[in-house]
């Protein structure tokens, strides 16, 4: 029984000492995001080093989503603790690719074409609508019937069990396989790419400088990882949250609708609606658990 106990505390020592680490590397990325943001004010002004905020707390508010996904895809491949960090930072990687590549899409589009943004504008609203509309929730957690994982498993011809940390095993016949840690990296990488239909067009609802759009996107990106350690366990006490998410796709919709239509809403006051909407998420999540039996 003492050995269990000590064995107990020690683990619970090491799951603190992490929580404090991520905790830590979170606060560096946003001081970080923040000494950016100073610096453009200095160089180019106030007006884009305030929609470089908006735009990384838009983007970190709808990294949520992504890391709901990341926890419900780690569960399903049954992927160890100690090998989750890899596949974050490879997914990482690739969602910096991409992320420049939709930016680059979207920037070039519309400058030539701006009635695009109404199509930008179309897709957040109904994003917005799936969130805050209620829904067959324990229907889109099956993740065997998810179109990205069911893809990925036609794709890739993988092994039943991991082989350490490695994405590829040898079978004793000396046929090359997947393990089942590429699967999810796989997965995981699809998914970001369906998250950044939603997330890259909402910065363009906060301003068309691709420069901003690309960076508030790149500073969230790259804090992923530890703000995945500081949420993972926490997300499950803030059942609010994910609905002022919704808010905010719906805000950032109905903003690019009164910007194409001549009705412009400043970048203080959207910021100011933005961190309004998460804040009272979160405060009404807290409230909510406070008043639950314990």
Do not use: H
Request: proline letters at 3%.
């Amino acid at each position: 029984p003492l050995l269990s106990k000590a064995s107990g505390g020690g683990e619970r020592d090491a799951a603190t000492t992490a929580y404090t680490t991520d905790l830590l590397r979170f606060a560096t990325w946003a001081s970080a995001a923040m000494a950016f943001a100073a610096g453009l004010a200095a160089f180019r002004g106030g007006e884009p080093a305030v929609e470089f905020v908006s735009g990384y707390v838009l983007e970190q508010t709808l990294s949520v989503d992504n890391l709901l996904v990341f926890v419900l895809l780690f569960e399903y491949f049954q992927v160890p603790a100690s090998m989750q960090q890899r596949v974050l930072g490879w997914g990482i990687g690739g969602a910096v690719v991409m992320r420049g590549i939709f930016v680059a899409v979207g920037a070039a589009t519309i400058s030539r074409f701006r009635p695009v943004l109404l199509g930008f504008a179309a897709l957040l609203l109904f994003s917005s609508g799936k969130i805050l509309l209620p829904g067959d929730e324990e229907e889109q957690e099956d993740l065997s019937e998810n179109a990205v994982v069911q893809f990925a498993n036609r794709v890739l011809r993988t092994s039943e069990t991991f082989d350490g940390d490695r994405f590829f095993t040898v079978t004793s016949d000396g046929a090359r396989l997947a393990t089942p840690l590429l699967l999810c990296l796989v997965c995981v990488e699809l998914s970001d790419v369906v998250f950044a239909v939603d997330s890259v067009p909402a910065v363009f609802g906060i301003t068309e400088d691709p420069l901003v759009v690309y960076t508030s996107n790149m500073f969230a990106v790259a804090s992923l990882r530890s703000l995945f350690g500081v949420l993972s366990k926490a997300i499950e006490d803030l059942p609010l949250l994910e609905k002022s998410v919704g808010l905010v796709l719906g805000f950032i919709g109905a903003k690019l609708v009164g910007d194409f239509a001549g009705f412009k809403i400043g970048d203080l006051e959207s910021l100011a609606v933005v961190l309004t909407l998460l804040s009272g998420g979160v405060l009404g999540s807290l409230w909510i658990r406070r008043e639950q039996p314990r």
